[in-house]
């Protein structure tokens, strides 16, 4: 079993619908990552958090470190939001990411 | 346009090759790695350097040698490879060396590698 999982691995929606994806973790961390994989291969780095809620444009991420637990929500998704998220997280601020397998996003106009 | 530029974009290659993947950031990052993506796993480190010292070696096979020449560029030699190398090999570099709270990586495009 992953250390990192997401949810769900792939994820159809419309254009205009609310997007959640989620990640659950089993190990201590010192952060979370959520990040963002393009069909040409280069990921980009969207937030890293160790507690509450970010925002950025339409996306929001939220950690419950207790539950350990996270989400990414995109409002008012768009066909260009298509890509594959990927959730990771890091422990004892050591050079290791551990990653989850990714959710594979398709936005539909 | 992350500002990590990797080349070549695709790559195939025979068995008994000898290739080299090249990656190049000009953002003034202390740290550079190297990963690999094969399809539908997660991404696995496979080398770090910090200030041109390599300081993680992830259990990699000697088939892969990175070389580090200056602070700006990262090599990944490749010979001899196997079929099963076929994957996505992502370079990424970073501000500081470890995944501190402030730290973000950049990525590269990778080189989507075909080992035939």
């Known amino acids: 079993k992953n250390e990192v999982e997401q949810s769900p691995q792939n994820l159809t929606a419309q254009e205009g619908e609310f997007i959640t994806i989620n990640c659950s973790y089993s190990?201590?961390?010192?952060?979370l990552h959520w990040l963002q994989q393009h069909p040409g291969g280069g990921i980009v780095s969207l937030f890293m958090?160790?507690?509450?809620?970010k925002k950025h444009g339409r996306l929001i991420a939220t950690i419950n470190i207790q539950e350990k637990h996270s989400s990414l929500h995109i409002t008012a998704s768009h066909p260009r939001d298509s890509a594959v998220y990927i959730c990771?997280?890091?422990?004892?601020?050591?050079?290791?990411?551990?990653w989850g397998a990714g959710t594979k996003l398709i936005i539909k106009p | 346009e992350t500002g990590v530029t990797q080349t070549p974009r695709h790559l195939v290659m025979g068995m008994t090759n000898k290739k080299s993947l090249k990656c190049e950031q000009h953002?003034?990052?202390?740290?550079m790695y190297w990963y690999k993506q094969s399809a539908k796993k997660p991404l696995e480190l496979m080398f770090v350097?910090?200030?041109?010292?390599?300081?993680e070696n992830n259990s990699v096979p000697s088939r892969f040698s990175p070389e580090c020449p200056n602070s700006s560029h990262l090599f990944l030699h490749l010979h001899t490879l196997q079929p099963e190398d076929s994957a996505l090999y992502l370079c990424?570099?970073?501000?500081?060396?470890?995944?501190?709270?402030?730290?973000?990586?950049?990525f590269g495009q990778g080189t989507r590698l075909t080992v035939v």
């Open positions: 990771a997280v890091s422990k004892d601020s050591n050079y290791q990411l551990i």
């Open positions: 990424a570099s970073s501000q500081k060396t470890g995944w501190e709270m402030d730290t973000e990586a950049f």
């Open positions: 953002l003034g990052h202390n740290a």
């Open positions: 190990v201590g961390i010192s952060a």
């Open positions: 350097y910090s200030l041109e010292e390599r300081v």
């Open positions: 958090l160790s507690s509450g809620k």
